[in-house]
């Protein structure tokens, strides 16, 4: 018994170091733009709002993607989905290099979003057929961990080519994304979608909230995926749940896109940018923070721990748009406004199973990922509108600077929206 339980505890790890790898290879797919906003703009003439619906483009393709990618991770597995999204995207990314206006750079960055769309909730279906609900918040934690450091990667490959390797925009969306074929092999050859297939029991069902079989009841037996979801969204919760989380994505995507332009748009060199690294280090530690948290202090009340982090990353956006450019505090400031602004991700992933059992996690997470680039990319135009004319202090100029009094302003929404959750 006691071997058997070792072998399979081996085999959980394996499963869930096979989707760390393969997610943490997953964002060098996703960062490019940010990092390439100076280039497009100076070489293809685009203005900052332009690029701004470039930005929206990609993230709303990932919002319609969720929707079909969570369904299709409950259905044939999260291996198959995380392997093929992996392999189109880098595909994709290369497509987008060779843009030569605004129509081929928003066609092919868009269709890339529904490339990455298929990791994320096909991944954390894997994590939940194989980690329990008394462990989730920690193996969530950790998967959330490994986007954090994906990031981190992205940023630092992405500020290689352009400071290190001094190569053109065209180049960010080639080099960081050689590693994801990587991520690709990982998750295929180390992981299978159910204990079964591997000779295991499979984890014993948990059955969803009363009120959410009461609706998949309604919606009929073997219901078609589009009448499983409207009757899903009737949960007071997860909608509560999906509308915190676009207010936080919404930050994160804010601050992963225009950080790096705030300091490569300050100094003109890129040389100060390397303090934007801060900000996906923060993002990992707290991704994998958050998660203990929510385990060991709140319980089922997983929502207490995104309306503490989002409160305390409002104040920190707040004191980050005092500061003046080039203070030596931007890094440790970025670090922790990364940590509170971004870390709760994953305490809303492990709410998930508990919102609507673990035979709906992916589409439940699908849900909410659809709402928080829905909400992320609604807010893209409108950055760049403020950026570009800086409304605040009526000078009709750029101010990449405004980007961190519009994340405060996100950050208290999403505290507040989170407040009501009841789980």
Not at 100 to 124: D, E, H, K, R
Not at 227 to 251: P, T
């Amino acid at each position: 018994m006691h071997t058997h339980h070792t072998h399979f505890r081996r085999a959980q790890w394996r499963v869930l170091v096979a989707v760390m790898i393969c997610y943490l290879f997953y964002y060098t797919g996703r960062h490019a733009l940010g990092f390439a906003i100076p280039g497009i703009s100076e070489e293809l003439g685009m203005s900052k709002e332009l690029l701004g619906w470039a930005s929206a483009g990609m993230l709303w393709a990932y919002a319609l993607g969720q929707i079909f990618s969570g369904g299709a991770g409950d259905r044939i597995g999260g291996r198959r989905m995380m392997t093929a999204g992996a392999l189109l995207s880098f595909a994709l990314n290369w497509v987008t290099s060779f843009a030569t206006g605004f129509v081929t750079l928003f066609a092919g960055w868009s269709l890339n979003g529904l490339a990455q769309s298929m990791g994320w909730a096909p991944g954390t279906r894997l994590v939940a057929n194989w980690w329990g609900p008394r462990e989730r918040g920690f193996a969530f934690g950790l998967f959330s961990l490994s986007a954090g450091l994906a990031s981190v990667l992205a940023f630092g490959v992405s500020i290689f080519v352009i400071d290190g390797l001094g190569l053109n925009w065209r180049w960010l969306f080639r080099l960081p994304v050689l590693l994801m074929p990587l991520g690709a092999l990982a998750v295929w050859r180390m992981s299978r979608d159910h204990p079964s297939d591997l000779g295991f029991e499979n984890l014993e069902d948990e059955a969803p909230p009363e009120n959410v079989r009461a609706t998949l009841r309604r919606a009929g037996a073997g219901a078609p995926q589009w009448r499983r979801h409207l009757a899903i969204l009737g949960n007071r919760e997860l909608l509560l749940a999906s509308l915190a989380i676009g207010f936080q994505n919404a930050v994160r995507f804010a601050l992963l896109i225009w950080v790096p332009v705030y300091f490569l748009d300050g100094d003109g060199s890129g040389g100060g940018v390397w303090a934007s690294l801060g900000l996906p280090a923060g993002m990992a530690l707290g991704a994998f923070a958050s998660g203990w948290v929510s385990d060991r202090f709140f319980g089922s009340r997983k929502s207490g721990v995104i309306v503490i982090f989002m409160n305390v990353a409002a104040i920190l956006a707040v004191i980050q748009y005092l500061l003046p450019f080039g203070h030596w505090a931007a890094m440790p400031i970025l670090l922790f406004l990364g940590f509170f602004g971004c870390g709760s991700q994953s305490a809303f992933w492990a709410m998930a199973p508990d919102l609507l059992g673990r035979a709906n996690t992916s589409t439940a997470i699908g849900i909410m990922d659809f709402f928080a680039y829905l909400i992320a990319g609604l807010c893209g135009p409108l950055i760049g509108w403020l950026v570009q004319h800086d409304p605040v202090a009526n000078s009709g100029g750029e101010n990449t600077s405004l980007v961190f009094l519009f994340v405060a302003f996100l950050s208290a929404c999403g505290a507040a929206v989170g407040f009501l959750i009841k789980r």
